[in-house]
C-alpha cells in the first residue's frame, strides 16, 4: 500500500507543484528585480499561507482515500469507495483545489508570472478535464451514490455546511 500511495503522489501532485515549477524557474525567466521589500515580505507571506493551505488540503485528501476509499489519487489506481468525508463534504474537488492553492502560493511567493501562467494552464486543464472525462467516470463506478453527491455538493466553491447536512 505505501509504494502505491508514493507512486501516485510521486506522478501527480509532486510533479504538478515541484518538478514542472522548477524546470519552468530553471529554463524560464529570471524572477523580477526592483520589487520593493515591503512588497516582497507581502507576496512571500501570501504565497506561503496559500501553499501550506493547499498543502495541508493535499494530505488530508490523500488519508481520506487510502482510509476511506481504499485507494490512491492516481486514475490508475482511483478508490474503490465514493470518499463523502472531511472536505469532500463541501467540495467535490479538494485534492485539486490544493494543488491549485500550492501552484497558486508558488506563484505569488516568487512574484513569477511563468509559474501565474503554470498554475492558469493547470486551472484551465482541470476545469475541462473533470466535468468531461473525471466525472462521467465516477457515475459509472459509483452510480447513483455519485450523482445524488454531485448534486448536493458543487464542484469547486464549497458550501458552507457540509453534506449531509451536520
Known sequence: MLWRQLRAILIAPFTVTLIVPTLILVFGP???DGVPAGWRAVAVLAGLASAGLGLWLIVWTIGLFVRVGEGT???FDPPRHLVV???YRHVRNPMISGV???LLGEAAGL???????????FCALNFTYIPLLEEPGLVRRFGDDYVEYRRHVPRWVPRVSGWPAE
Not at 512574484?111 to 494552464?121: C, E, G, R
Open 30 to 32: 529570471a524572477l523580477p
Open 73 to 75: 489519487l492516481a486514475p
Open 85 to 87: 468525508r472531511g472536505p
Open 100 to 102: 491549485l492553492f500550492v
Open 111 to 121: 512574484l513569477s508570472v511563468p509559474l501565474l501562467i503554470w498554475f492558469a494552464a
